[in-house]
Each structure stands twice: as structure tokens, then as C-alpha cells.
């Protein structure tokens, strides 16, 4: 999915060699145009293939890391299951309302939650070693409501109105915190803030990250007019993906929505640290040279896609078209 790599930020990673900053940058130079292009412009049954594939790469990830606890994965079920959430989303994205489509979408998102346990629990039926059923179901389990039901969020926010602007917000915030938190924290950073779980992180660092994502979010509301403007001169959204009727936008509402975007977000590393120090590996996978693996990639915006659908479908949400 497009969110996947749109966290590709060019920051490097601690201790990496130049060869390994090059690559983090050359994946970056490459994929960031194809994430903004796909946020911006495409439509949204194609935002739902793409992440999609995304969010089944990243399950793949997930579930491997399950065997290091001692898990014996579900692994087909688990694809089948959360490949079914995206095919309904790119089928429900032609002739809705954004109302109704999130209606929708959150009576299924609640349906699938809760009857996922029983699907996975009655697959682990045919295995012979019945100790490992409950652990490999709770395992599929956690995967959905982890890694495909925010992910399937954020594609629910590119059907509403402004969709496009409110995910170009997202990331760019993302990748401010992530990329303000290396540097500072690699340079100023003194006070350790889980370091049983990522040794590198400080609470200088956590602090610049929000500071920056500040920035960028009252930028971006303050110019939201012609920012718009200029996407949809040039082609790149269509006039329902941006916020036009934001002349005089109140920055209180932006302040807050963003401190709690970035607070999810690094909860969202840390969580993401911690899941992968459990099992004893350093980055979930290889896919992007010189990041690691899709988890590694999406493990902020996990957390934050909730918060950002809600607001953009529950608080934000306008009748019409601006």
C-alpha cells in the first residue's frame, strides 16, 4: 500500500554505513513519487489492490515473526480473511456516498473483528497438536485488527470528502516526527525512553518528533486552500479530494488532531519494538533495502490510522462536495 513506503523517510538508521544510507535514499527517491501519486490520484478501488498487496505482505511479516514465540501460524486463512476486507472495500467504492461508505465500513470492520476469533479457532480444529491452536488462532487473530483493519482504514479515508488532503496530512506528519526524532535524538538526545525496548530512543527525540509534526500540520491547514488549489491545477486531485472551504481553518482542532497523531504514532514504534525484541529479530523483513521489512515501514501509522479515520469520518465529515 501506498502507506507502506510512504514512510519511507530518508532519514538513516542508527549506525549505518554510507552504503546503507544510499540505499534507504535511492528507495526512497524511487517509491515516494508512486506513494504521493497513489494518495493523490488514484482512484480508490486501485488504493485498495495496492494496499492490499501491502497489507498481505506485511501479515506475511507478522505471522513469521509469530514462529519465534512458538507459534504455528495460520498462514492461508489469515491471507484469504484479510484479502476478503479489501476486496469488499475496492467493490463498495464505486456509487456510495463518503457517509454511507463509512457506515458501512464500520459495520463490517465491527462484524469481521468479532467473528474473526471464531473462524480461526474452528480452522485450528484439524490440527493434531491441539496446544497450539488457541495460540495460532489469537495469532491471526491480532493480525487482522493489527495490521489489516487500520490499513483498511486509511483507505476508507482516501473515499471521503477531502480524502486525498487529509492522507497527504498524515504522512507528511509521519515522516516529520520520524525524521526529526533520528536527529535529534541521535545528536541531543540523553534520556532513554523505553530502552528495554528500542535502546535508541529518547525523550529529545520524541519531543522534536512532535514539534515538527506541530509545524507541518499548521502549515499544511494553514495553506490548505492553496495547496488544493495547486493539486487540482495541476491534475493531481480532482476537486472532492481537497479541502477547499478551509479559507480561515481553526487551528485548535488541527493542534490537537496532530499531538494525538504523533503521540499514536511513536506508540505505534514502540510497539512495533517490542513485538520484534519478543522475538529476537532486528527488522521484520528485506522488501525495501535499506528499511527492512513492510512492518517496519507502516508500524506508526497502525496506530494512527484509527484516529485519523475517525476524525476525518465522525468529527470532520462534510455533507458535500467542497
Known sequence: MFFAVAVVAISPTPNSGSFHLLKRVATAVVLIPI??????????????VVTAAVALATVQEFLK???SYGIQPLRLPTYIFVGLLFICLALSAAAETPQISALKFMLAAVFAAAIAPFIFLTVTMQRTQMSGAYPAAGASTFAFGYVALP????????????????????LLIVWAGDIFAYFVGHTVGRHLMAPRISPKKTWEGAAAALVASLLVGILLFTHALQISSFLLRIGLITRRDGLFGL????????ITLTVVLNVAA???DLVESLIKRGAGVKDTGTILPGHGGMLDRIDALLFAAPIMWFYATVIFPPSRPW
Not at 506513494?35 to 485498495?48: E, F, K, T
Not at 479559507?247 to 488541527?254: A, D, M, S
Open 151 to 170: 490499513l483498511a482504514m486509511l483507505v476508507q479515508v482516501r473515499q471521503q470528502w477531502g480524502g486525498a488532503f487529509w492522507l497527504l496530512y498524515l
Open 247 to 254: 479559507e480561515k481553518p481553526e487551528l485548535w482542532p488541527i
Open 35 to 48: 506513494v504521493l501519486l497513489l494518495v493523490l490520484r488514484a482512484p480508490v478501488p486501485v488504493v485498495a
Open 65 to 67: 515473526l509469530t514462529e
Open 266 to 268: 511513536q506508540l505505534g
